[in-house]
């Protein structure tokens, strides 16, 4: 059975770093793009940084406009897990974040729509 769950989220300071994993069962990572998405309270979900194949073992990767120069977004294939490295955290950096995967190729984050999603991590950026 297909199962994402994503774990990392806590309580940051402003300035503050954090590392977030999706770790897959039941699929292969490496076969789908793979996103992270957050949605912060009263807002509509919004996509942040996804990452797919190009080409054969070839990996793009792309950002959100809030998230470029900030966060980066990998993928270990032998843990079957996604990880997003979130650094300069800022209070709008606040809210639940989810990995989604699409069973496709190359994508980018504004075009991603997720078949599948994990049940979210919570990151609160605050002092």
């Known amino acids: 059975q297909l199962q994402l769950v994503e774990s990392g989220g806590g309580l940051v300071e402003p300035g503050g770093s954090l590392r977030l994993s999706c770790t897959a069962s039941?699929?292969?990572?490496?076969?789908?793009?793979i996103g992270w998405f957050r949605q912060a309270p009263g807002k509509e979900r919004e996509g942040v940084a996804c990452?797919?194949?190009?080409?054969?073992?070839?990996?793009?990767?792309d950002y959100a406009d809030s998230a470029k120069g900030r966060f980066a977004i990998s993928r270990d294939n032998a843990k079957n897990t996604v990880y997003l490295q979130m650094n300069s955290l800022k209070p709008d950096d606040t809210g639940v974040y989810y990995c989604?995967?699409?069973?496709?190729?190359?994508?980018?984050?504004?075009?991603?729509?997720?078949?599948?999603w994990g049940q979210g991590t919570q990151v609160t950026v605050s002092s």
């Open positions: 990452i797919s194949l190009s080409g054969v073992n070839v990996e793009n990767t």
């Open positions: 039941g699929i292969t990572l490496d076969r789908y793009a």
């Open positions: 989604g995967i699409e069973s496709r190729a190359w994508t980018t984050i504004r075009a991603m729509t997720p078949d599948h």
